[in-house]
């Protein structure tokens, strides 16, 4: 077990570097919320944080259109406990937000380093020794084995691409940052069959749901309810009995995180249903679809200058920041490489998966997937194909982290290599964090 100072101190450890991109608007007087960030959140933030702390609540504001069901709008995130004990105590400022989105950049990091911790352990963990080429024993530290690769992950999903392109789109921000608590909870609680972790999932399910928005929620609940398709007909098919447990337990994932959303959901849909995306054509669903092209800025964190300078790339730069960095590719490609000519795992097996389906949809007009998920319910609401490009890098992420375990013990002797790797991805995403105009308006500007 690792214990609560360790967890603590890698907490600690996550929180402070989520700070260090936004350390000149929190400490050095200058730098300011843009875009959505301020003309959407903080507005309506202020009015909804104002309100619970005189002690109403915000059900309806009279500042939008002749008057507006503020608490039917999702992207207000009325209820999502953050926002909620904000508002409690003090009034939404631009500090107040800036501090709430390093919150959830620190989350992401520290969601994603405990998912990879724990499947990295409880994989690898299971396979015979001498399929790695050594036999050291059975008295191996799987724990130390996946905390560093968990690290690495963490790292790496919270100044991801999608995890900086959209820092002015706090409500995906924040929903994507409770993506890595959700799979690691549903992944323990079918693991260990657990009505407790089931519930856990659940609970965390509906926050992310609060978090306040419907499309990363969508993919939030698609990629858990895949994994869980997966595992349930992957068990099935190994064992050769009905795995009824664990779909009880998914039921019980889904009941709780519907009646802790539910508060939001039910005005929500009821508002939808009267607005243009109780159904929007295909032509319109496919605006924002991935170029191609594009797809360099994956190694090249400034293709195009989407990072900073005068961009010259498709539509919106927010969403065609994609940078990833050479470092975590190779560590992914190096997970794949050894599922195929030594290791066969199920969870990896999945990421891939997933990864080449989020990257299809993602190239929506330009590709043929997202024609045929238009077609399922939810779906055909949305627009922005390209937005699925956050499950494309929280699997290569994963994968990632995998592929840095795996070599960690293919060369047990080359005890710096994980500290090491560490402090190349720190160098190859920080750098970018502190530099892109896509978090605030920075003084260059």
């Excluded at 990295?120 to 020794?129: I, V």
């Excluded at 690495?152 to 919270?158: D, E, L």
């Excluded at 993919?219 to 994994?227: D, I, Q, R, S, T």
């Excluded at 990632?400 to 402090?423: C, E, H, I, K, N």
Aim: proline share 4%; with cysteine.
């Amino acid at each position: 077990m690792i214990s609560l100072l360790k967890v603590g101190s890698v907490a600690v450890f996550f929180l402070l570097l989520a700070v260090t991109p936004f350390y000149v608007p929190l400490f050095g007087g200058f730098g300011a919320l843009q875009w959505d960030a301020r003309e959407v959140h903080l507005t309506n933030l202020i009015f909804s944080s104002q309100a619970w702390h005189e002690g109403f609540s915000p059900l309806w504001t009279p500042y939008i259109f002749n008057g507006f069901p503020q608490v039917a709008d999702l992207q207000v995130a009325v209820f999502y406990p953050v926002n909620l004990l904000i508002g409690l105590f003090g009034v939404f400022s631009q500090k107040l937000l800036l501090w709430q989105i390093v919150f959830h950049y620190a989350l992401a990091g520290f969601g994603m380093c405990l998912l990879v911790r724990e499947l990295t352990k409880s994989t690898l963990a299971r396979l015979n020794f001498r399929t790695f080429g050594n036999d050291v024993g059975a008295e191996l530290q799987y724990e130390n084995l996946g905390g560093l690769a968990g690290v690495f992950s963490g790292i790496a999903y919270m100044f991801s691409g999608f995890m900086l392109g959209h820092a002015s789109h706090v409500g995906m921000q924040n929903t994507a940052a409770w993506l890595p608590i959700v799979f690691l909870l549903v992944y323990i609680a079918l693991e260990r069959q657990s009505l407790v972790y089931a519930t856990g999932a659940g609970l965390a399910t509906g926050i992310a749901i609060l978090a306040g928005h419907f499309q990363v929620s969508v993919f939030l609940l698609f990629a858990v309810g895949a994994y869980f398709v997966f595992d349930f007909l992957f068990s099935w098919w190994s064992t050769k009995m009905f795995p009824w447990r664990k779909a009880a337990l998914m039921a019980l994932v889904g009941l709780v995180a519907f009646l802790i959303s539910a508060v939001q959901l039910l005005p929500t849909f009821e508002l939808s249903a009267q607005s243009q995306r109780a159904g929007i054509p295909l032509e319109l669903a496919q605006t924002e679809s991935l170029e191609p092209s594009s797809l360099w800025g994956l190694t090249e964190a400034n293709y195009q200058n989407v990072a900073y300078g005068n961009y010259t790339g498709p539509w919106d730069r927010t969403q065609n920041f994609l940078f990833l960095g050479i470092t975590t590719l190779g560590f992914a490609i190096a997970a794949l490489l050894v599922q195929v000519r030594r290791v066969q795992l199920p969870v990896t097996m999945f990421l891939a998966l997933l990864a080449v389906i989020a990257l299809s949809y993602s190239f929506g007009k330009n590709g043929f997937l997202h024609q045929y998920f238009y077609l399922l319910p939810l779906f055909d609401k949305m627009r922005a194909p390209s937005n699925m490009m956050l499950l494309f890098d929280f699997s290569v992420i994963v994968l990632a982290g995998f592929g840095f375990a795996m070599l960690r013990r293919l060369f047990p002797r080359m005890r710096m290599f994980g500290y090491v790797a560490v402090l190349v991805i720190a160098l190859e995403v920080v750098p970018y964090a502190l530099l892109t105009e896509l978090t605030y308006v920075q003084k260059n500007q």
